[in-house]
Nanobody, 115 residues
């Protein structure tokens, strides 16, 4: 059983920052890619950022220059530093990991950007 637990979401004003964390636990043999996705009300889930085990990152155009993804392989943890947040970043943010056998999703954490 693999479990992903996200934390760090909340309410922030436009221009503010938040840092999301996601810890993986359970029967994990080797995590390959880790990533963050988001889903706003009435919209499809979309990729925010991914990072390979060696640290190569990929970002959606909408967050480039504002968000930074990182990971700690010793802790099976992935982070998302979000700066210069905009109202359009409001969404439920989901952590996702790919292993040698399957992929897994967290339950999501709400991020709301509003004044």
């Amino acid at each position: 059983q693999v479990r992903l637990v996200e934390s760090g979401g909340g309410l922030v004003q436009p221009g503010g920052s938040l840092r999301l964390s996601c810890v993986a636990s359970g029967s994990i043999f080797s995590i390959k890619t880790m990533g963050w996705y988001r889903q706003a009300p009435g919209k499809e889930r979309e990729l925010v950022a991914t990072i390979t085990r060696s640290g190569t990152a990929n970002y959606a155009d909408s967050v480039k220059g504002r968000f930074t993804i990182s990971r700690d392989n010793t802790k099976d943890t992935v982070y998302l530093q979000m700066n210069s947040l905009k109202p359009e970043d409001t969404a439920v943010y989901y952590c996702q990991i790919d292993t040698a056998f399957s992929n897994y999703w967290g339950q999501g954490t709400q991020v709301t950007v509003s004044s």
